[in-house]
């Protein structure tokens, strides 16, 4: 009976391994990522990634548009010559609106929006920006975690920000930002 147990024990274990396998998230690994300005030649790559990751995503004249103002700042996360990563944000001085962070779903958990968050965080102070604003889904707690590494508070909610799903947005403020 004890071999019995054993061998169905080892069995599970087998079965849990091989399921675990199966639906492991594919997970790409980072080698060595490249942070830099967004450039119009970035558009596509950076358009497919919003359209993958957003339910309500902008759209290329949005970009476009947002890369004619002196103002914005947005850069992009680069490996291997792929666009895996991009944040950006209006600023009026001394106030920064963070409008846009998007990473590729197997990239993240490899710390790429920590670094991408940082370098737009420098480049505002840069630029005379000390106060940064965001929103963020209720439900996104990973980016919330993220964020608050960085100092920002939750200041209030904007009822119903998000659309598909609706959802209220949490609104995220900081000043002179934290680890940059």
Known sequence: MYQNICDSRKQNEK???NFKKKNKKKR????KIEIRTLEKKDLIQVV????KIFSVPWSLKSFEDTLKRKEN???????????IAYCGLWGIPPDGDICNVAVAKEYRNQKVGQALIKELL???QDAGLHTFTLEVRKSNQPAIHLYQKFGFKSVGIRKDFY?????DGIIMLCHICEAV
């Not at 790409?28 to 080698?31: D, L, N, R």
């Not at 497919?48 to 359209?51: H, K, N, S, T």
């Not at 700042?73 to 666009?83: D, L, R, S, T, W």
Request: hydrophobic share 30%; charged share 40%; aromatic share 4%.
């Open 15 to 17: 079965e849990n391994k």
């Open 28 to 31: 790409k690994k980072v080698k």
């Open 48 to 51: 497919a990634l919003e359209q």
């Open 73 to 83: 700042i947005y850069i992009v996360a680069e490996n291997n010559n792929q666009v």
């Open 122 to 124: 420098k480049r505002g």
């Open 163 to 167: 659309e598909l799903p609706k959802e």
